[in-house]
Nanobody
């Protein structure tokens, strides 16, 4: 079972920055996509950023130019640098990773526990 541990959320004023991290607990597998999602009350969870194992990145239009996703494959860790934060960026942020066995069999996708980000105006 893959476990993901997130950290880095908190309360910040508009215009400030936060850096989220998400680390997978095991190393005997290959992680493919590593993505960040955001959920606010009453709305569906939405993807805000992601990075493939080859390094291709993807961002929601609302965060382009302000957020940056990166990963350290040796540490099984994905990061989300969030700059120029806005109140509408508030929500619970979850990481999601797609995991394969060393033989290349897809094992599934896993979610972190979520970390709260609150941006005050």
């Amino acid at each position: 079972q893959v476990q993901l541990v997130e950290s880095g959320g908190g309360l910040v004023q508009a215009g400030g920055s936060l850096r989220l991290s998400c680390t997978a607990s095991e190393s005997d597998f290959r992680i493919d996509d590593m993505d960040w999602y955001r959920q606010v009350p009453g709305k569906q969870r939405e993807q805000v950023a992601g990075m493939t194992i080859s390094g291709r990145t993807d961002y929601a239009d609302s965060v382009k130019g302000r957020f940056a996703v990166s990963r350290n494959n040796a540490r099984n860790t994905v990061y989300l640098q969030m700059n120029d934060l806005k109140p509408e960026d508030s929500g619970v942020y979850y990481c999601n990773v797609v995991v394969y066995s060393p033989a290349g069999t897809r094992r599934g996708d896993y979610w972190g526990q979520g970390t709260q980000v609150t941006v005050s105006s």
